[in-house]
């Protein structure tokens, strides 16, 4: 009579079964917890009995990251993907952690897989774009962006880096155009507003650059920068009385700004108002008194106040300063003194 076959190793292969499925569930109890390191302890285990449960690789290697052992999770990563390359997530992982790292060759690779594996996927496509802007890599990243607006739904983000992306490409319009489309989306983006009113005041485009600068001003009405911004935009366009009225915020909040004195004395200068603009001009050679122009310029204001004395000494201090980078101001302010001296002599 035969003996019944044993039921033993059936029994403990069910049992170690049993323990590494509890073990997983253990695991992902704490994961899901943001118990890391014990949930990374459990997954090591699952892994020592079944080396090719991907769920446990996987969440081991968030679990590294959220420790700080960036090694350890990229080495979880790659045998990850040795095992299952079709992985999506874990390629963009990996490829963020590789670029952390300084390791952009490798990272833009990783980038480039995931994107492979999600071709119309408009994140990956993003993922990509802005691995090259970071990398001020124009030329790599400016088609990916096009290609995400044309994917669409377009978002602030994507509209700056298209932007960013014009500036570099010296295309300052489409850059400004961009630039908009992105504070239509983020209206409260202060940065935005900036970068938007500084692009058209470096432009010179001094009236568009006026809307973005006032609405700065409200949002910020103790910013120097902003009022003397707006204040010189005004000045550009003629428009006086709003000029005066920020540029002389600004001198209140911000003492020693010398381009906003410079500038409210030239909105004086225009309007023919000597006396306050020989004040300001003042003001501007205490904070830079070596520089000539400012001499000239109040030597002009005394001139037509008449007030001979200062205005010869002025102009000579004028010349003294003088570098000649302007031949027709030096000539006109050596005959202007000399005019004046005899005049005093007679």
């Not at 802007?133 to 990916?144: L, S, T, V």
Request: negative net charge; hydrophobic residues 40%; charged residues 25%.
């Amino acid at each position: 009579m035969c003996s019944p076959p044993s039921m033993a190793p059936l029994i403990l292969v069910l049992a170690l079964f049993q323990t590494a499925q509890d073990l997983y569930n253990s695991a992902a109890t704490d994961f899901e917890a943001g118990r890391w390191a014990e949930a990374a302890t459990k997954y090591e285990s699952v892994l020592k009995e079944d080396t090719s449960h991907i769920p446990s690789r996987f969440n081991l290697a968030v679990c590294y990251t959220k420790l700080g052992n960036t090694d350890a999770a990229i080495a979880a990563y790659r045998t990850l993907l040795d095992q299952n390359g079709t992985i999506y997530e874990a390629r963009v992982n990996l490829a963020i952690l590789l670029d952390q790292g300084g390791k952009r060759d490798e990272a833009g690779e990783q980038f480039e897989k995931a994107l492979n594996l999600h071709p119309d996927d408009v994140q990956a496509e993003l993922n990509l774009a802005m691995f090259y802007m970071r990398g001020n890599e124009i030329d790599k990243a400016y088609p990916h962006l096009i290609a995400v607006q044309t994917k669409g739904p377009s978002t602030a983000e994507l509209y700056v880096a298209l932007s960013e992306a014009e500036h570099a490409r010296q295309n300052e319009a489409k850059s400004r155009e961009y630039l908009e489309k992105a504070i239509s989306l983020d209206s409260k983006n202060t940065n935005l507003r900036r970068q938007l009113a500084i692009s058209y005041f470096t432009d010179k485009d001094y009236a568009k650059a006026i809307p973005p600068l006032v609405e700065l001003v409200r949002l910020e009405p103790t910013n120097a920068d902003y009022l003397y911004l707006l204040g010189k935009s005004y000045e550009q366009v003629k428009a006086y009385p709003p000029a005066i009225a920020a540029l002389e915020q600004a001198i209140r909040i911000k003492s020693d700004d010398v381009e906003a004195y410079a500038t409210l004395s030239a909105v004086f200068y225009a309007q023919e108002n000597w006396g306050r603009a020989a004040q300001l001009l003042s003001r501007v050679i205490e904070l830079r008194p070596r520089e000539a122009l400012p001499h000239f310029v109040l030597a002009t204001c005394w001139d037509h106040l008449g007030n001979a004395k200062e205005a010869i000494v002025q102009y000579n201090k004028f010349l003294e300063l003088d570098d000649g980078s302007n031949d027709a101001r030096s000539f006109q302010a050596r005959q202007r003194a000399r005019t004046l001296e005899r005049r005093q002599k007679k």
